[in-house]
């Protein structure tokens, strides 16, 4: 299968700073990469979509202002979250999506922890 | 109103048995849906998918759809402690997935 690598896979910060988590795709190009976030025993929820090239496109309730993702290539798209605060602490998860097959592939997570 | 449902467990099975792991979802426009599983602190990995009504089959895994009923299930046969996990269910429509809350399964020795 493909490969997605996301750094850091674990992060803690005090509040108020900026974070910022990239992910990769090692061995395909995703002109399509997605960003999740998973709160203890939650499901996945998609916070952006990242397409290369354009602005992403946030879902409803996330605020784009705090969330930065920029996707400047085929295979890194990162995302910055700013001025993080406690209720920020989650488990972020992108995946790519591969350009020649319909499947996402997800990297291992970011685990950000705010104090 | 796109959702997906599934029962949040834990489903307990012995060892050898066929677990059977059930999702309902509510977009009739869905293309496309997926079984991920999900150990606990990492990020979901895929089992597998399918795209058209009946079974299909992977190794020790069956994914069965019935779009009619908006009805996907898994099956993991001869079940492993090693499988115990929480099991994702995804549902794909114009590229973006919705996943369901998970369910748990437990494969006790």
Same mark, same amino acid.
Request: aromatic fraction near 0%; glycine fraction near 4%.
């Given at each position: 299968g493909a490969v997605v690598s996301q750094h850091p896979s674990r992060v803690i910060c005090k509040s108020g700073t900026s974070v910022k988590i990239e992910c990769r795709s090692l061995d395909f190009q995703a002109t399509t990469m997605f960003w999740y976030r998973q709160f203890p025993k939650q499901s996945l929820m998609l916070m952006a979509t990242s397409n290369e090239g354009s602005k992403a496109t946030y879902e409803q309730g996330v605020e784009k202002d705090k969330f930065l993702i920029n996707?400047?290539?085929?295979t890194l798209s990162t995302l910055t979250v700013t001025?993080?605060? $406690?209720? @920020?602490s989650s488990f972020y998860i992108c995946s790519a999506r591969d350009l020649n097959r319909n499947e996402q592939f997800f990297g291992p997570g970011t685990r950000l922890t705010v104090l | 109103q796109k959702e997906v449902e599934q029962n949040s467990g834990p489903l307990s099975v012995p060892e050898g048995a066929i677990a059977s792991l059930n999702c309902t979802y509510s @977009?009739?426009?869905?293309?496309s849906f997926f079984w991920y599983r999900q150990y606990s602190g990492k990020s979901p990995e895929l089992i597998m998918f399918i795209y058209s009504n009946g079974d299909k089959e992977d190794g020790r895994f069956t994914a069965q759809l019935n779009k009619a009923s908006q009805y996907v299930s898994l099956l993991i046969r001869d079940?492993? $402690?090693? @499988?115990s996990a929480t099991y994702l269910c995804a549902v794909n429509r114009y590229s973006t997935l919705t996943f369901g809350k998970g369910t748990m399964l437990l494969v006790s020795p």
């Open positions: 996707h400047a290539s085929l001025s993080a605060h $406690p209720e @920020d | @977009d009739r426009g869905s293309q079940s492993q $402690p090693s @499988d």
